[in-house]
């Protein structure tokens, strides 16, 4: 297995002169993690440091994982001691890019804004800036470009975009520090492998990707990617593509899986063959040629937004086809996916605790139930959102007199409460709501139910808040 | 899930006996002793289990020895883990290491025990047969008899802490356990270790932990039951319920389903086609006596030999195959008794086996795509972590199977690709479920051989349940290469049924 790092650290110091430093700014964040097991505490405080630089409009760019879950943020130039108070004005955590403002009228005065370029060519040499551990003030590495390439965005986990890999040496602390090539930004350091698994292999964000970005939020908001929501495995088989009347042109790719909810659901079939995407020929091997380059087909989804429209030449049942896809969101179960900036939501009744399933809450708890796996891991593949859009777990028990017996039920999936299937966390709370004398909880895979009697609940609540120091009953 | 059915006592994990560590007081003499010896022999056991990533190959072979205790009839009692995938048993008599050879008679891995008999009668003339003692108790001491090198018997005195319903190794069944608490130390040869009690014998040891230095001893009840099924003409194995039971503790749990009665058992599952389900057992029914014997909230009763234990001990092992318990059971404010004739289970009806030992794991090779039936070995070749290791697909099948509708039949899956040019792009597929097979539904691998005869206009459509979702291969180029397939892997057959 790999193992990628991000590269905030701490780092402390100021840098002399360069060409490049006047567009430069160090970030410190002070940010608070949420607290998955305890839900209702605000969680823990922790700062770090990454870099950022200037870009046209008094904005400054960095990494998202620089700023998640901040608090307090300043930014300080080169040459200029005094950290300044900074703010998030837009954050796209699936791209993993960040834009800051800074109130103090006057920040930018003397500052060079960087003009963004284009992608540099392989073995092309590139200067990295930004603030990595070995020092305090500002370091500038140099590498080639060795790969360009779609790799996974560890920062939110699920995405992958196009990255460029360099050998240049970037390390925790070059987060949100520019790349640069003739003096323009080819590229924002993002990721890198620790050297235990990999040496000289760094990660850029690269300028389709950061333009992406920046065009997204004109109409002051961003909107995430659109995704074509399928599956699709390279045709090299030559009996499969006899069988399924191809030509033997090494052209085509065979659509394995249709997500439910996206963008291509009842227009794409599985089983049908992707011949051309937007008029650009698709390889065998799920490739595209395009900006002199072979890059995979789903580059030309990445570069349009939401509402824009993706054309697509296939074969279906030996017939060619054209089909338009309006795209859309991802399809809306992002559930894979890892989130910043949002406060964990929980709602505790009798002492029992409940969650809803995602990937923070699994990051944080790490269950063993095979069934709380099963429809987590299968949550697209096998349509689980169609009776559970949210797979509302009990996560926990705060034991007392009226809930010791429901200690062997954690970490199962609620099914029902009183006969009222539920589907989101809201559920569980509007059950919990209603009068009743009993409040009978089924857990999905088992028929023995958790009961709570509400004249126990009641006399117990206020002893259970105070015990286990519960500061919040619910946030939905 | 299957293994939680017919038991609710914990589980706990046991070495088995070669990590055998500790150190030994010197051995305490019995009286019975001197009887043991003459009813004693070394069994030597070469093991070779199948390789379930390369099904048509065996992994390398291993030795495995015990002792084993000679019974009426000139047989000859041990584990079934002992003799689990043997080639080879070899008796030696202690002391005099005069050997002969031993076919297994009879093997039951739900209740680990197997009976041997010697190739040469003869070779047991002049020792002697030794009974079973069934008068056991928690506090009586009894003697772990092991073998020095030299032939001599080594003796450890231990004594019996608890009595109780526990998992067996290999089906992970519920049956009654005697627990002793014994000092031993590692001694070669220590897979079966018979307890004895004044020339008698009390139970096989099974497991040992060294930390905690506790044994688990198949108990006399078990041993006997599989005896008295072995006597007849057809081995009946142990019975079971087939349903899976929660406890009624909870106070307002039993207010709510209106139970007044002191006890009972929550029923949370019922096996389909097992003998709870066939006497018309329900999920959510509540079982308050079986065979007159009230069950408690916990799901024990009242033994009259060995206290509180589970009552799956009436079930399987207190009944055989063919018997009828009468179930109380509180069902909807009622209670109603049903007769409940118990079976043991079908196992060819199992969608997922736990166990495949002393045979061979099916497949079938088509072109180079390797199709298995899914077994729990086969995810265990994944190792301890098996559970988060393996495909999760497939654990989720297994885990799961009993949820599965009726007639899904095993579950069928491309385990692997031998890379060749008839299957050219599809090197990297592994441990894929296969749905049809030219348009056939495919329930065993015997469905997959049979639509395999039938390819679609010059091809084999393998459709899968999951990505890329259909392969093809070109049926008559597989014929063709056939003969080079086998060669370039050195393959024994191309399908084994």
Known sequence: ???????????????????????????????????????????????????????????????????????????????????????????????????????????????????????????????????????????????????????????????????????????????????????????????????????????????????????????????????????????????????????????????????????SDGIVKPGDVLTAIDGLPISSDATISMDNDSVP????????????????????????????????????????????????????????????????????????DLRLRYLFDFFIEDKIYKDHPEIVVLSGVLADPINVYANEFRYTVVDEINGTKIKRLADVAAEFAKPADYYVIKMAGTVRPIVLERKAVEAARQRILSRYAVTKEQNL | MISRISFAGALFIGLSLSALAGTTPPPKTDKGVETSNASILRVNSTNQAYDFFRPWTKKAPFARRGLGTLIEGGRILVTAELVANHTFIELEKAGTAEKSSATVERVDYECNLAILRPNDPAFIAGMKPMKLDQGVHVGDRATVLQLEANGEIAQTLGTVTSIAVGGYPLDNMGLLLVRLSAPMQQRDGSFTLPAVRDGKLLGLLMRYEARSQTADLISPPVIAHFLTEAGKETYGGFARAGLAFSTTRDPQLRRYIGLSEPGGVYVTDVQSGGSGEKAGLRQGDVILAVDGNAIDQDGNYEDKEFGRIAFSHITNTRSHPGDTLVFRIFREGKILELPVKMEARDRTKIVSESYVLDRAPRY???????????????????????????????????????????????????????????????????NLVVSKVNGMEIRSLNDLDEAAKHPVNGFQKIELESDPGVLFLDAAAIETNRDKLIKKYSLPALKRL
Not at chain 1, 329 to 335: C, K, S
């Open chain 1, 1 to 263: 297995m790999f193992r990628y790092f991000l590269i905030a650290a701490a780092a402390m110091g100021i840098a002399q002169a360069s060409p490049v430093a006047r567009s430069l700014v160090r970030i410190e964040a002070t940010s608070q993690d949420p607290d998955y097991k305890a839900p209702w505490n605000p969680g823990e405080v922790s700062g770090g440091v990454g870099a950022g630089f200037i870009i046209s409009g008094n904005r400054i760019m960095t990494n998202a994982h620089v700023v998640s879950n901040g608090k307090f943020l300043t930014v300080s130039k080169e040459g200029d001691p005094k950290p300044r108070q900074a703010h998030v004005v837009f954050i796209a955590h699936d791209c993993d890019l960040a834009l800051l403002s800074v109130d103090e009228p006057g920040f930018f005065k003397g500052t060079t804004a960087l003009e963004l370029g284009g992608i540099p060519a392989i073995e092309s040499v590139v200067s990295v800036y930004g603030y990595p551990i070995g020092g305090s003030r500002l370091s500038v590495t140099q590498g080639i470009v060795s790969r360009i390439d779609f790799q996974t965005y560890t920062h939110s986990g699920m995405d992958s975009h196009l990255t460029i890999q360099i050998d240049a040496a970037i390390n925790p602390g070059n987060s949100g520090g520019p790349v640069m090539q003739g003096g323009k930004v080819v590229g924002v350091a993002f990721q890198g492998y620790s050297g235990d698994v990999a040496q000289n292999v760094g990660y850029m964000i690269p300028t389709p990707v950061i333009r992406r970005f920046l065009k997204d939020i004109e109409d002051g908001h961003y909107d995430r990617y659109v995704d074509l929501a399928l599956s699709y495995q390279p045709l090299f088989n030559p009996a499969a593509r006899k069988a399924l009347g191809l030509e033997d042109d090494d052209r085509g790719v065979l659509v394995g899986s249709v997500y439910g909810g996206g963008s």
């Open chain 2, 364 to 430: 079938v090779v088509l072109g180079g795509v390797v199709f298995m039936e899914l077994s729990r070995p086969y995810l265990q070749e994944w190792g301890a972590d098996w559970l988060k290791a393996a495909p999760q697909r497939l654990v989720f099948y297994d885990a799961f199977q009993n949820e599965l509708p009726q007639g899904r039949g095993k579950i069928v899956f491309v385990s692997q690709v031998l890379p060749s040019q008839d299957t050219l792009g599809y090197e990297n597929l592994d």
């Open chain 1, 297 to 368: 087909l789903a580059e030309v989804v990445e570069r349009k937004f939401k509402g824009d429209q993706v054309s697509l030449d296939i074969v279906r049942d030996g017939k060619p086809m054209k089909l338009k896809i309006p795209l859309s969101d991802p399809w809306p179960f992002n559930l894979h996916s890892n989130v910043y900036d949002e406060d964990p939501r929980f709602v505790v009744f009798g002492g029992l605790i409940f969650q809803p399933a995602d990937q923070n809450f699994m990051t944080a708890h790490q269950p063993d």
